[in-house]
């Protein structure tokens, strides 16, 4: 046993002999992690119902084998080289490249939960299939931006003046696109809160309708019963009233139509002719039946409401019409008088003839 220790001891002194036992001990542990325990973290990562942990494994273990031989290398380097100059170079050198390592690490496992979150979009509300690409540049420019502090520390750059070049570039590049920021930031809440999806159908301020056919970063586009594509920017829309016809828990939807009877007329009769006009309208609901509504008594005539549930809100124009149709003829053929504005004129004197 004191041979063994004197001829460790001989050896040691030897600056090569140390270089190679740091190196060779290094890369036992990394053997002994690819062949023993990774292969164990893998066996217990297919016991679970989730395949993340699976696709994290990829990215953890060859990130820790780099690990291991880096941090090896580094400290047989420190040790065979008696420079403190070149010692910092390879300090700084080696933590670069751990940031790298382990950036690429973070990139990966980033994506990979991510996706997992936006498969599950029903428990996770913050994070929508539509709104995966943007919340993956966040991520990946976050991750960027701490890589990059990360890497001039480690070679002990001085940051203020970076930072302050990067405020003042900030605010000029702010007030030179205000517009288009404003534009984006209302695109990211759009995605994020989801007032309105792709494919369904909204009015904006009362005034634009359509089916929306893209969500953009800087627009909206939608298509209306014209087809006639009309883009409005996030930042009026993000502003604006929105009015989500097909949000609500089936795509159905209740339509309005108006109806008015002159004065004296019966109003029982009117309202089972209207109730009659409603039933069997093409693309209404056959398990919900319409409804008839005495709303007012205006100025000049006797105000109804014909309630009815359409199908689908691309329907609706077409239940207006039906609707409509049917309840001219049915009141014109039942005697029944539709008030329409009149205007009576009396003249007070006729004027004098010219004299000649």
Not at 168 to 179: C, H
Request: proline share 4%; glycine share 6%; with cysteine.
């Amino acid at each position: 046993m004191e041979q063994i220790h004197l001829w460790l001891d001989a050896h040691l002194q030897n600056q090569y002999w140390r270089v190679a036992i740091i190196i060779g001990v290094a890369t036992l542990i990394a053997l002994f992690l690819r062949i023993l325990v990774i292969p164990l973290l893998f066996r217990l990562s297919r016991k679970t119902s989730s395949d993340v942990d699976e696709k994290v494994f990829e990215y953890l273990w060859p990130a820790i084998l780099r690990t291991v031989v880096l941090q090896g290398v580094h400290i047989a380097t420190l040790d065979f080289v008696q420079s403190e100059r070149i010692d910092e170079v390879v300090s700084s050198l080696t933590a670069t490249l751990m940031i790298l390592i382990w950036g690429r690490f973070l990139n990966g496992v980033g994506s990979v939960v991510f996706r997992k979150l936006s498969a599950n979009a029903e428990k996770f509300q913050w994070i929508q299939p539509q709104t995966l690409p943007l919340i993956q540049f966040i991520y990946k420019v976050a991750l960027f931006g701490m890589m990059t502090y990360l890497v001039m520390s480690a070679w002990h750059v001085n940051l203020t003046s970076w930072l302050a070049s990067a405020g003042v570039m900030g605010i000029a590049v702010g007030f030179a696109a205000k517009d288009t920021l404003a534009n984006f930031i209302a695109g990211v809440f759009i995605l994020m809160d989801a007032p309105y999806k792709v494919g369904q159908y909204i009015t904006i301020d009362g005034d634009t309708r359509g089916v929306v056919t893209e969500i953009g970063m800087r627009s909206t586009r939608l298509l209306t019963r014209d087809n006639v594509e009309v883009t409005v920017p996030n930042a009026v829309i993000g502003n604006a009233k929105i009015i989500n016809e097909s949000s609500g828990p089936s795509p159905r939807m209740r339509v309005r139509v108006a109806a008015s009877v002159a004065y004296g007329s019966d109003v029982d009769q009117v309202r089972e002719i209207l109730l009659e006009c409603a039933k069997g309208v093409p693309h209404t609901s056959e398990d919900q039946s319409p409804v008839v509504r005495f709303v007012a008594m205006g100025e000049s005539s006797l105000d109804f409401q014909v309630l009815v549930w359409v199908k689908h809100p691309v329907f609706r124009g077409r239940v207006h019409d039906e609707i409509n149709t049917r309840l001219y003829k049915a009141l014109a053929a039942a005697g029944v008088e539709i008030p329409f504005p009149q205007r009576d004129l009396y003249i007070k004197q006729w004027p004098s003839p010219p004299q000649v």
